[in-house]
């Protein structure tokens, strides 16, 4: 059994602002870090046995800080990267708000490709596979994987069996912890879903 926990990034300057994507530069706000340090407080007891991370900035910086106290050092993993969200990457979510593909978002996510990036449907496949195989990496140990908001949904509501176009009722909020056990022979199990220090 591997009990991989699901940490969504702190918040960065632009959180629930601007959809900064897989943009570069964009790092943690003061508040952020703050966050982070508070989950590393919150997780210090967890007997790690690795940490993982989207290679995007705001996720390596919150991985550095929350695997610290376990002397661990992330590990860039590309599957859990943030969605591409191709032309809408730096725009403002009030001006996507105002789009038809917005709107499409919340009535059938899985149909969802984004202008010149990928589909939720190919999110929800590539992110479920690096569950698997960090799982199958780790057996009986404590995993982190640091990532974004919308993967996190989308992994999390695979092991719900929740079909994607029903995502949009799972919040994950900034610096929040979801906790899986991936099991070789049995079903996964849920044990939290959105925690926060």
């Known amino acids: 059994m591997t009990r991989l926990h699901l940490i969504r990034h702190a918040p960065t300057p632009e959180t629930g602002r601007r959809l900064t994507g897989r943009l570069p530069g964009v790092g ?21 046995a690795a940490f ?12 550095r800080i929350v695997a610290d106290p376990h002397g661990l050092r992330p590990i860039p993993y590309q599957s859990l990267t943030e969605v591409d969200y191709g032309s809408w990457s730096g725009r403002t979510l009030g001006s996507l ?16 490709r984004f202008p010149g990036g990928e589909s ?13 195989e960090l799982a199958a990496a780790h057996r009986r140990s404590d995993i982190a994987a640091v990532s974004h908001g919308d993967v996190i949904k ?16 799972i919040t994950i909020a900034p610096g929040s912890v979801s906790v899986l056990e991936l099991l070789p022979d049995a079903a996964p199990r849920i044990l939290g879903v959105n925690r926060t220090p």
Request: glycine residues 4%; charged residues 20%.
């Open 120 to 132: 939720l449907t190919a999110v929800q496949t590539r992110a479920v596979a690096a569950c698997e």
């Open 154 to 169: 989308a992994v999390v509501a695979h092991y719900l069996g929740t079909p994607l176009d029903l995502f949009q009722r």
């Open 28 to 48: 943690l706000s003061t508040p952020g870090q703050d966050l982070a340090r508070g989950l590393a407080e919150a997780l210090a007891d967890v007997p790690f």
């Open 52 to 63: 993982y991370t989207s290679p995007v900035r705001r996720c390596r910086e919150t991985a």
């Open 97 to 112: 708000r105002r789009t038809r593909l917005w709107r499409m978002l919340f009535i059938a996510p899985s149909r969802v």
